[in-house]
């Protein structure tokens, strides 16, 4: 694996305790009755988007899931307007009317997060399909659960792409479940990432607590997109720390088999490590990151709680664009 330098190191570690800590409050706020319907946290598996963000232009694009906020964190949302959505916001992303489940900011390339499963996925092929039609090296990525491994649009969409070598990358995240139903017992395969090959198309299996890991990964299959080479399939193994979503019973799993991930093969315990060990890092930076990160998470609610309320829809204008 090739060295991080000590500004790349960094950063990850910076975006990855960006997600957890907006999460926590996110988490905070639902508790406290500030956001309506419900919230999927992505705690425990940043190592994944902000490995493969990281390799993102601005002009790159993304989909997203339900669990999207490591995305658009990744991505360089702004938290401030997140939490304004989440809150139901006129400041939020979109205008406080979409919710935990919908942000999108095409400034970004993000476009946007999908609560249907594996919804994403084709409209990121379409966007990758823009890029070869243009003639751009742009890039795009859809990023899954297991869940959406086994819908019918990722098929299609990966047969399409190789065929095309459509410059798209295809990231299943495995969490071990797709809302309650164990990945074991889902999948005919332990190593999801062998179904790349019925479509003639590289398949990678990540170890997606270490951010190091899909960095490394994605750069290739990031270079690879963009010289014309076609898609990758990776499969980073991960796992969510709450359940599939704010009050779920989480009956399917026991709380050792929680315990055991937090403390074995937490992401951010494990940048931590290495940025340490490889003198990338002392603790006191580390610290100094984490109170910069503390401080950017509470004006961000500070900046969602004090904008008005979403206001009604009107038409036609903000159903179709002028």
């Given at each position: 694996?090739?060295?991080?330098?000590?500004?790349?190191?960094?950063?990850?570690?910076?975006?990855?305790?960006?997600?957890?800590?907006?999460?926590?409050?996110?988490?905070?706020?639902?508790?406290?009755?500030?956001?309506?319907g419900t919230?999927?946290?992505?705690?425990?598996?940043?190592g994944v988007?902000?490995?493969?963000?990281?390799?993102?232009?601005?002009?790159?694009?993304?989909?997203?899931?339900?669990?999207?906020?490591?995305?658009?964190?990744?991505?360089?949302?702004?938290?401030?307007?997140?939490?304004?959505?989440?809150?139901?916001?006129?400041?939020?992303?979109?205008?406080?009317?979409?919710?935990?489940?919908?942000?999108?900011?095409?400034?970004?390339?993000?476009?946007?997060?999908?609560?249907?499963?594996?919804?994403?996925?084709?409209?990121?092929?379409?966007?990758?399909?823009?890029?070869?039609?243009?003639?751009?090296?742009?890039?795009?990525?859809?990023?899954?659960?297991?869940?959406?491994?086994?819908?019918?649009?990722?098929?299609?969409?990966?047969?399409?792409?190789?065929?095309?070598?459509?410059?798209?990358?295809?990231?299943?995240?495995?969490?071990?479940?797709?809302?309650?139903?164990?990945?074991?017992?889902?999948?005919?395969?332990?190593?999801?990432?062998?179904?790349?090959?019925?479509?003639?198309?590289?398949?990678?299996?990540?170890?997606?607590?270490?951010?190091?890991?899909?960095?490394?990964?994605?750069?290739?299959?990031?270079?690879?997109?963009?010289?014309?080479?076609?898609?990758?399939f990776i499969?980073?193994?991960?796992?969510?720390?709450?359940?599939?979503?704010?009050?779920?019973?989480?009956?399917?799993?026991?709380?050792?088999?929680?315990?055991?991930?937090?403390?074995?093969?937490?992401?951010?315990?494990?940048?931590?490590?290495?940025?340490?060990?490889?003198?990338?890092?002392?603790?006191?930076?580390?610290?100094?990151?984490?109170?910069?990160?503390?401080?950017?998470?509470?004006?961000?609610?500070?900046?969602?709680?004090?904008?008005?309320?979403?206001?009604?829809?009107?038409?036609?204008?903000?159903?179709?664009?002028?």
């Amino acid at each position: 694996m090739s060295a991080l330098d000590r500004a790349t190191a960094l950063e990850l570690y910076r975006v990855m305790r960006t997600i957890r800590q907006f999460e926590a409050r996110a988490v905070q706020l639902f508790g406290e009755n500030k956001i309506w319907g419900t919230i999927h946290s992505y705690a425990g598996q940043e190592g994944v988007a902000v490995g493969v963000c990281a390799h993102l232009r601005d002009d790159d694009w993304i989909t997203s899931t339900h669990r999207g906020h490591g995305h658009c964190i990744a991505k360089g949302a702004d938290v401030g307007r997140m939490f304004a959505e989440l809150l139901g916001r006129e400041t939020g992303y979109c205008r406080g009317r979409g919710g935990s489940m919908h942000i999108a900011d095409t400034s970004k390339g993000n476009l946007g997060a999908n609560g249907i499963v594996g919804g994403g996925i084709p409209i990121a092929t379409g966007a990758a399909l823009t890029a070869t039609y243009t003639g751009s090296d742009r890039v795009a990525v859809s990023f899954f659960g297991d869940g959406g491994a086994n819908q019918g649009t990722l098929h299609e969409s990966m047969n399409l792409a190789a065929i095309w070598k459509l410059p798209v990358l295809f990231v299943c995240e495995n969490n071990q479940y797709a809302e309650t139903n164990p990945v074991k017992d889902a999948f005919a395969v332990e190593d999801i990432s062998l179904r790349a090959a019925g479509y003639g198309m590289p398949g990678v299996r990540v170890n997606g607590q270490d951010v190091r890991e899909t960095y490394r990964v994605a750069a290739d299959a990031v270079a690879r997109a963009r010289s014309g080479l076609g898609p990758t399939f990776i499969v980073a193994e991960t796992y969510r720390y709450e359940g599939h979503y704010y009050g779920d019973p989480q009956v399917y799993r026991t709380k050792d088999e929680i315990e055991d991930w937090r403390a074995k093969r937490d992401p951010l315990v494990i940048a931590r490590t290495w940025l340490t060990t490889d003198r990338l890092a002392s603790e006191a930076d580390l610290a100094r990151v984490d109170r910069e990160v503390d401080a950017e998470i509470e004006k961000g609610v500070a900046f969602a709680e004090a904008g008005e309320p979403a206001s009604p829809i009107r038409l036609p204008e903000d159903v179709y664009a002028g």
